[in-house]
């Protein structure tokens, strides 16, 4: 069974950072391209970032790109999420997917079909 897990979220004030960490049980990471996505009250679910299986690609929406920084660490089985300069509107569930990755397509668009896997999702609440 694939099992995804996040860590790391909580509550941080404006300014402040987190690392958000997504480990997979049941299969090994390495294979698949991965996404974080983030949802917050009342709002459609978006992605934030997304990463090549090999980690040599990755993407940024627009409002945390210089922000945020994913990474992975395939001898781990994990991908992290680090967040500098956290905002209010950050605020939301943040949950990671594993994709089959496709030589065809850049990451962005990988990470726009149907997972393979979704995480539970980890609260951050940016808050003073």
């Known amino acids: 069974q694939l099992q995804l897990v996040e860590s790391g979220g909580g509550l941080v004030q404006p300014g402040g950072s987190l690392r958000l960490s997504c480990e997979a049980s049941g299969f090994t990471l390495d294979y698949y391209a991965i996404g974080w996505f983030r949802q917050a009250p009342g709002k459609e679910r978006e992605g934030v970032s997304c990463?090549?299986?090999?980690?040599?690609?990755?993407s940024y929406a627009g409002s945390v790109k210089g922000r945020f920084t994913i990474s992975r660490d395939n001898a781990k089985n994990t991908v992290n999420l680090q967040m500098n300069s956290l905002k209010p509107e950050d605020t939301a569930i943040y949950s990671c997917?594993?994709?089959?990755?496709?030589?065809?397509?850049?990451?962005?668009?990988?990470?726009?079909?149907?997972?393979?896997?979704w995480g539970q999702g980890t609260q951050v609440t940016v808050s003073s």
């Open positions: 990463i090549s299986s090999s980690g040599s690609s990755t």
């Open positions: 997917a594993a994709f089959i990755p496709a030589d065809n397509l850049p990451v962005q668009a990988v990470c726009l079909t149907s997972p393979d896997s």
